[in-house]
Structure formats: structure tokens, C-alpha cells
């Protein structure tokens, strides 16, 4: 099962047929059905995912319980509370998963063991942790820079994929707005 994570991680760094097999020892598979948790808001983030085949999403829930959407994860993504992660304190954010999904787990106690062990892991994770840096950056530059409708084309545009396959009301919540204020851009989008 682990065919997607290894032809990403190689993609990254390339690891020869010995350091796949000792990495193939750190990692575990588990199958999520849909709406099925990987993490709960409030319990300590234990392992990260990689998304073989499935779909996630990553998100809090308000007082007036309202989802807020952080991430979205198909299959070749990371998913999971980092924070929590590298801390050891609890989530802020639930994980659950909107396809019936296969996930990579790479445990707490695995990933420091693989950081010593494996320095092409570290070279991997530090990779992954920068293009999410960088994600988050150009995600919060484009919140306050652009309209609306400017988001929503650069949204569809980066992430294809993701406008298709997870509902629009996911896809408001991610933006921040309401499935209504989504529907009228998507309209203003369309007249023009």
C-alpha cells in the first residue's frame, strides 16, 4: 500500500531500494470510511497522514457549531494537526474524511526515530513543511489582497481537483463564507 507515498517521497529526495525497505518499517496503514475521524479536536495529534487514495479535511467547529474548513487532502497530501504533532498538546482541529480513504501513518515516536536514522527523511519532511509554509502564506496574502471573486478563480485554478470533487458548502467554509455568499461570486464569475 505504500506505492503513492514512496513515488512521492522520490520525487523529493530519492531513496535507494535500502532505505525504502528500513522506511517501510516506521510506517503503518490505516483505512478511514467516510465521516470516519483520523483526529478529534482536543485529543493529542499522535501521526500524520499521507492520503494514498481518499479524501480529507481538516477543521474547527465554532460555539454556534459552524465547520471551518483549514485543509482539504486527496491523495498524495499530508494531513493533520502539525501543531499537535510537534508539541504534544491538544488539537485544535478535527481530521476526518469525506471519501472512504487509505492513509500512511507516520507516528510521533516514528518520526523522530526516522529523523535520526534517515537524514533523507529529514531533507523530506522539511520540504513538505516548507510548500505548506508557503501555501499558508499565499493562502492568508490572497485573504486580504483580493475580491471575492479573485480567490475563488485562484482557488479552482491551483486546486482543480479539489472544486470538483468536495461540496461547495466545504468549499465556502474553506473560504470563509457562507454556501450563499459563494453561490452569488460564483454567479458574478459566470456573467462575466
Known amino acids: 500500500m505504500y506505492e503513492l507515498f514512496l513515488q512521492h517521497f522520490n520525487t523529493k529526495v ?6 525504502e525497505a528500513l522506511l517501510k518499517t516506521y510506517l503503518t496503514q490505516k ?3 467516510r465521516k470516519q475521524y483520523l483526529l478529534q ?4 495529534c499522535k501521526a500524520f497522514a499521507f492520503i494514498e487514495k481518499g479524501a480529507m479535511k481538516s ?3 465554532d460555539d454556534a457549531g459552524v465547520e471551518h474548513i483549514i485543509q482539504f487532502g486527496i491523495e498524495g497530501w499530508i494531513i493533520a494537526d502539525l501543531y499537535s504533532f510537534l508539541t504534544g498538546e491538544p488539537a485544535l482541529y478535527n481530521v476526518d474524511a469525506v ?3 487509505e492513509l500512511v501513518l507516520i507516528s510521533k515516536s516514528a518520526h523522530d526515530a526516522l529523523l535520526k536514522v534517515l537524514p533523507k527523511y529529514e531533507t523530506y519532511t ?3 513543511f516548507e510548500g505548506a509554509y508557503i501555501a499558508m502564506q499565499r493562502r492568508l496574502t490572497s485573504i486580504i489582497s483580493n475580491s471575492l471573486e479573485e480567490r475563488y478563480e485562484q482557488f479552482t485554478a491551483q486546486y482543480p481537483e479539489i472544486a470538483q470533487r468536495f461540496p461547495q458548502h466545504m468549499i465556502a467554509s474553506y473560504m470563509g463564507l457562507t454556501p450563499e455568499t459563494l453561490s452569488r461570486v460564483r454567479k458574478r464569475i459566470s456573467v462575466k
Open 41 to 44: 479536536s482536543g485529543d493529542i
Open 14 to 19: 530519492a531513496l535507494t531500494a535500502e532505505e
Open 59 to 61: 477543521y474547527t467547529v
Open 126 to 128: 522539511r520540504l513538505n
Open 31 to 33: 483505512k478511514l470510511r
Open 99 to 101: 471519501e472512504d480513504a
